[in-house]
């Protein structure tokens, strides 16, 4: 079993940065995908950012491509998600998942993914 816990969300000004970080417990392989997904309000739930855990493959949505990096400490067992550049539509609640079905990490328009984090909300200011 796999539990995530996200931390690092907050309020930001327009331009600013944040960072955040997904704690994973249990055991993640190296074949497992995790990422980064959001949610705003009366919005569908989009991926933002996958990084395939054994090889460091990384996927971006184009909107948030040469904005947001996704990285990983395999030895803290941590995902991160660095947040350059945000906008107001960057508003919403960030959740981490991870999957043990590596090709998930191929899109990020996969969203089944098997273990999901509480979330951390952030919201960027005009």
């Known amino acids: 079993q796999v539990q995530l816990v996200e931390s690092g969300g907050g309020s930001v000004e327009a331009g600013g940065s944040l960072r955040l970080s997904c704690e994973a417990s249990g055991y993640i392989y190296s074949t497992y995908c995790m990422a980064w997904f959001r949610q705003a309000p009366g919005k569908e739930r989009e991926g933002v950012a996958t990084r395939y855990i054994g090889g460091g493959g990384t996927y971006y949505a184009d909107s948030v491509k040469g904005r947001f990096t996704i990285s990983q400490d395999s030895a803290k067992k941590t995902l991160y998600l660095q947040m350059d550049s945000l906008k107001p539509e960057d508003t919403a609640m960030y959740y981490c998942?991870?999957?043990?079905?590596?090709?998930?990490?191929?899109?990020?328009?996969?969203?089944?993914?098997?273990?999901w984090g509480q979330g951390t909300q952030v919201t960027v200011s005009s």
């Open positions: 998942a991870a999957d043990y079905r590596p090709h998930l990490c191929q899109t990020t328009a996969y969203t089944a993914y098997t273990y």
